[in-house]
């Protein structure tokens, strides 16, 4: 091929061309699916879905691209809205109550186990996908599955919550990494705070980052809330260390962080006024779109920043949590089977690879086949989230992920007992009482 | 039936009607069902059963509800206080003779104009613990060195909110108020000015008494938007720092639709009654006074 056929307009040509073919081949591809799976679609079936709003932009156009695809090839529309993350649970909830609203559901960790009763049985999607796609990573299971353990969701992906920071900073706090123990982690937050720039975790009430870090401090500590069989047992020497522990971390934060919500360290950490926080891939991702618009100072960001997977404590295992986002299709759905359909057809690889590529690595795959797609090898900084599922604990902790461990993230328990201490607000002592009382009313 | 029709009490009762289903429908039902609901253990999703007075047991040895309804009635009475002092103090002074008064009057509307989750939004920027503007601004004053924790301190958050709920109710109360103020007669100020009475004698003895009945209708409405405040709590501080500012309206939701404990949640919600109430009754003994005042000789 000569020079001269490398011509803006021509490869602009070739490029639609390609497209259209790939589009083309999509809308094949989809139309056999709909024929030989084994969920049909109920006759003039409709179907309204309400999801958790986007953090990546590529990502939800993927996925409307895929809903797309899904009408084109089944015949079913599909009208999806979008709520924040932290919208979701209330109007699930209204709607299990009231029996009437959106057919399915895509919300976060244990919402399913809210009203397992009020949700469509799914393990014949959930036996499909895991026998084609090598299998479920165990916390998809524990998600998935309800009380009798039949699945009442399909997992759908975990979104990742790393630890953030910047490399320069660390380095002019004496390290070159970020250290793979607690006590070498809290060395490293005290050398930010007296030698570079503070890090710092939120304390306010963020559902997602705020839960993140609470759960991993605890739990590397040995500290629970409940037993395997569901008894409380905050009340323990291990809750006691693992707030001194949280205390001295706390201590070594930038001013404020009692006020976080889960947008606070983002801002933060964008503007280079915080040197280490927890976060999803969001950080990055912003940092990249900034800097190609041609912002400098995102630029200088994204060049400097990079992620680490959390520390890991005395109990010698990784204690991370990230948030799950399951997809739930309500009984009183009067298409249970198309929603089936649209679950199954949505982690079929030829859809699902493309949409986990255009989430840029902000959320990691349930399913053990996907840790071969590309989005994993292509960016070092982002590699280290492709096992986010299989190193996460679930909500609830080493009790069941259900009703109860929701309840008890939803109140607030655990991070409240923690911001009260690291606020002065109250002593461990009297903290743990509170936890302790809250947590016996749930779980009774 | 010609008699029925004619009948005054049968076509009142009528024309009561539609109001009355609307009430029952949308007023009494709720209540009640709320009300049954916290005598429950109902959840989300599962029917619950009659569990007596368990849940109000529950939630008065909970300190978390103890902290919540502490916050409620302080926030209650210092932001109506404040409302209360700077809204008539605004509609004195929009009583005067002003240039472009019209204007004037529309723009003092704007807080209470925008919506509250706008305005929450505006105030989580001017609080926000890095870019507080506030902060940035006594920072370059040199006026301090570090920025003000507004809303991660128990009482600065506490302080911060209220005074983002006073910003947004002053106006109500000013423009009723001014309302109230351009009902008194002209001719009372005359003749007090006559007697050789002083501002504050004709404030005291002739403004403020006349006020008094718009006074009590504007402020048990103040009182009563103001202890059921819940947007402005969710958006800028979600109840934190560690429960802080949780209000006895953000702690039923919480409780009720984000940890779906139904029971409980009403049980929170049905605990605001007796305050609401006791806010009418205040409005009730305040409406009383008018007809003493207005000389009516119906002094019930």
């Known amino acids: 091929m000569s020079e001269s056929h490398f011509t803006r307009r021509n490869v602009l040509k070739t490029g639609a061309t390609l497209a259209g073919a790939s589009v083309a081949n999509m809308g094949l591809w989809a139309q056999a699916w709909a024929q030989a799976s084994p969920f049909k679609p109920e006759k003039g079936a409709k179907l309204t879905?309400?999801?958790?709003?986007?953090?990546?932009?590529?990502?939800?156009?993927?996925?409307?691209?895929?809903?797309?695809?899904?009408?084109?090839?089944?015949?079913?529309?599909?009208?999806?809205i979008n709520e924040s993350l932290d919208d979701v649970q209330p109007k699930a909830s209204v709607a299990a109550n009231t029996n009437q609203g959106p057919d399915m559901f895509w919300g976060l960790y244990s919402l399913p186990h809210l009203f397992p009763t009020k949700c469509v049985e799914v393990t014949d999607?959930?036996?499909?996908?895991?026998?084609?796609?090598?299998?479920?990573?165990?916390?998809?299971?524990?998600?998935?599955?309800?009380?009798?353990?039949?699945?009442?969701?399909?997992?759908?992906?975990?979104?990742?919550n790393v630890i953030n920071f910047r490399q320069s900073m660390i380095e002019k706090a004496g390290f070159k990494e970020v250290p793979k123990d607690t006590a070498g982690f809290l060395e490293l937050m005290k050398a930010l705070k007296e030698k570079s720039i503070p890090g710092g975790f939120a304390l306010g009430r963020a559902s997602g980052d705020g839960n993140a870090w609470v759960h991993w401090a605890l739990w590397s500590q040995g500290a629970n809330l409940v037993d395997a069989k569901d008894q409380v047992i905050i009340n323990s020497p291990e809750t006691v260390k693992a707030l001194e522990?949280?205390?001295?971390?706390?201590?070594?934060?930038?001013?404020?962080?009692?006020?976080?919500?889960?947008?606070?360290?983002?801002?933060?950490?964008?503007?280079?006024?915080?040197?280490?926080?927890?976060?999803?891939?969001?950080?990055?991702?912003?940092?990249?779109?900034?800097?190609?618009?041609?912002?400098?100072?995102?630029?200088?960001?994204?060049?400097?920043?990079?992620?680490?997977?959390?520390?890991?404590?005395?109990?010698?295992?990784?204690?991370?949590?990230?948030?799950?986002?399951?997809?739930?299709?309500?009984?009183?759905?009067?298409?249970?089977?198309?929603c089936k359909a649209f679950m199954a057809f949505m982690l079929e690889a030829e859809n699902y690879n493309k949409w986990l590529e255009d989430a840029v690595a902000y959320l990691t795959?349930?399913?053990?086949?996907?840790?071969?797609?590309?989005?994993?090898?292509?960016?070092?900084?982002?590699?280290?989230?492709?096992?986010?599922?299989?190193?996460?604990?679930?909500?609830?902790?080493?009790?069941?992920?259900?009703?109860?461990?929701?309840s008890a993230l939803a109140d607030f328990v655990m991070l409240d007992m923690v911001a009260s201490v690291c606020t002065g607000r109250a002593s461990i002592k009297d903290a743990i009482a509170v936890a302790e009382r809250q947590a016996k009313r749930i779980y009774r | 039936?010609?008699?029925?029709?004619?009948?005054?009490?049968?076509?009142?009762?009528?024309?009561?009607?539609?109001?009355?289903?609307?009430?029952?429908?949308?007023?009494?039902?709720?209540?009640?069902?709320?009300?049954?609901?916290?005598?429950t253990d109902t959840k989300i999703g599962t029917p619950g059963k009659f569990v007596g007075l368990e849940n109000y047991a529950w939630i008065i040895g909970d300190s978390k509800f103890q902290s919540a309804v502490f916050f409620t009635l302080f926030y209650t009475f210092v932001a109506s206080v404040i409302k209360f002092a700077l809204g008539l103090y605004l509609a004195i002074l929009l009583n005067e003779k002003l240039p472009f008064k019209a204007i004037i009057r529309a723009l003092v509307l704007i807080p209470f104009i925008v919506p509250t989750v706008l305005s929450a939004i505006a105030f989580w920027w001017i609080y926000d613990p890095q870019f507080s503007v506030i902060s940035w601004s006594l920072k370059k004053a040199g006026l301090i060195t570090e920025n003000i924790n507004f809303l991660g301190d128990a009482w600065n958050s506490r302080f911060a909110v209220i005074f983002a709920n006073v910003w947004r109710g002053v106006p109500f109360i000013a423009i009723s108020l001014l309302a109230g103020l351009q009902t008194v007669p002209p001719s009372l100020y005359e003749a007090a000015v006559l007697d050789g009475a002083t501002r504050w004698q004709m404030f005291v003895k002739i403004t403020y008494p006349l006020l008094t009945p718009i006074i009590a209708v504007v402020m048990t409405f103040s009182v009563l938007f103001t202890f059921t405040d819940f947007q402005l709590i969710k958006v800028l501080t979600n109840g934190g720092p560690a429960g802080a500012t949780e209000l006895m309206a953000t702690m039923s939701y919480n409780t009720a639709i984000l940890g779906g404990r139904i029971g409980e949640g009403a049980a929170i919600s049905t605990a605001m009654v007796p305050f609401l109430l006791a806010a009418i009754m205040v409005s009730w003994f305040g409406l009383q006074r008018r007809k003493w005042q207005a000389g009516s000789e119906n002094n019930e």
């Not at chain 1, 090598?134 to 975990?158: F, H, L, N, Q, S």
């Not at chain 1, 990055?284 to 779109?289: C, L, S």
């Not at chain 2, 029709?5 to 007023?27: C, D, R, T, Y």
């Open chain 1, 365 to 406: 795959h349930p399913l053990n086949a996907y840790d071969a797609n590309p989005v994993w090898k292509t960016d070092p900084k982002l590699s280290m989230l492709r096992d986010a599922g299989r190193r996460t604990l679930t909500a609830g902790g080493l009790g069941s992920v259900g009703e109860k461990a929701a």
């Open chain 1, 245 to 338: 522990y949280i205390k001295a971390l706390s201590d070594t934060f930038v001013p404020g962080t009692a006020s976080w919500n889960d947008s606070f360290n983002n801002k933060a950490f964008l503007e280079s006024q915080i040197s280490l926080t927890n976060n999803g891939v969001s950080i990055y991702a912003a940092a990249k779109a900034g800097a190609a618009k041609g912002d400098a100072k995102a630029k200088d960001v994204m060049d400097d920043m990079n992620h680490s997977l959390w520390p890991v404590g005395p109990v010698g295992k990784p204690t991370e949590f990230h948030i799950c986002y399951p997809l739930m299709a309500m009984k009183y759905s009067k298409n249970p089977t198309a």
């Open chain 2, 1 to 39: 039936m010609t008699q029925l029709w004619q009948s005054k009490n049968f076509i009142g009762l009528l024309f009561m009607l539609p109001a009355a289903a609307f009430l029952l429908l949308f007023l009494v039902y709720p209540l009640g069902l709320g009300i049954w609901l916290s005598f």
């Open chain 1, 125 to 160: 999607v959930a036996s499909y996908l895991g026998k084609k796609y090598g299998g479920w990573v165990p916390t998809a299971e524990t998600y998935g599955k309800g009380p009798a353990g039949k699945w009442i969701a399909i997992p759908v992906a975990y979104n990742g």
């Open chain 1, 49 to 80: 879905l309400l999801r958790w709003k986007r953090f990546v932009q590529a990502e939800e156009d993927a996925f409307m691209a895929l809903v797309a695809n899904f009408t084109k090839a089944t015949g079913v529309e599909v009208k999806v």
